[in-house]
C-alpha cells in the first residue's frame, strides 16, 4: 500500500481503520481512499486510560500515543506527540457525544438515530452546524466530504470505541 506523503496532515474520502494483525505491532491500519496514514497498535481502554498508551505511526515515521488526561472531573483521551498535545477529546452536554479539539480544529461527534444500549450505528463529525464527515463504527469507515485532520479521524474512532469515563453522569437527573 502506497502511504500518504509525509506533509499531508489531512484526509479526505473513504477512510477506514483494518485489522491487519494479531501478534506484533501494527495491528491496525488506517488508510484514506487506498494509502496507509497509519499504523495503530492494539486497542486498549486499560493501555490508553492506565497505561502507557495506544501506540500510533503516521505514513511519514512520526509517533504519537492515545493516552489519557484529568479534565475536572472527567479522565478524556488526548492524541500526544514528542512536541506535545495533537488533540483532546471531552464529553459534549448531551448524552453520548464529544468535542474533539486541536491546535487548529474544532469538530463535534454527535450521533444519527437512536442512542441506546448498543449505541448508534453511524456517527456524524460537525464543523460548526454542518455534517463534514460521516462516522460507520460497525464497519470502521469515515466518508468525509471534505479534508479533516489524521488526528480528528483517529480521536473519533477512539470515543467512539471507549467513550469518556464517567460521560454517562453528566446530565442531570429528575426527581
Do not use: N
Not at 19 to 30: A, D, K, T
Not at 119 to 147: F, K, M, N, T, Y
Amino acid at each position: 500500500m502506497k502511504p500518504l506523503r509525509a506533509d499531508v496532515r489531512t484526509v479526505t474520502g473513504s477512510i477506514r481503520l483494518l485489522r491487519v494483525g494479531w501478534l506484533r505491532f501494527p495491528h491496525y491500519e488506517l488508510t484514506a481512499e487506498g494509502r496507509l496514514v497509519a499504523e495503530l497498535a492494539r486497542d486498549s481502554s486499560i493501555w490508553i486510560f492506565f497505561g502507557r498508551g495506544r501506540r500510533i505511526r503516521l505514513a511519514d515515521g512520526t509517533e504519537w500515543r492515545v493516552k489519557a488526561a484529568t479534565s475536572g472531573r472527567l479522565i478524556v483521551p488526548v492524541i500526544k506527540s514528542p512536541e506535545g498535545t495533537v488533540a483532546f477529546s471531552g464529553p459534549l452536554h448531551a448524552k453520548r457525544s464529544y468535542g474533539i479539539t486541536g491546535k487548529d480544529f474544532a469538530y463535534e461527534v454527535i450521533p444519527h438515530g437512536r442512542v441506546g444500549l448498543r449505541g448508534a450505528g453511524v456517527w456524524g463529525l460537525r464543523r460548526h452546524d454542518s455534517d463534514v464527515a460521516v462516522i460507520d463504527v460497525q464497519r470502521r469507515l469515515i466518508d468525509a466530504a471534505e479534508p479533516i485532520p489524521i488526528a480528528a479521524a483517529l480521536m473519533a474512532f477512539t470515543v467512539l470505541a471507549h467513550g469518556t469515563p464517567g460521560d454517562a453522569d453528566l446530565m442531570p437527573t429528575r426527581d
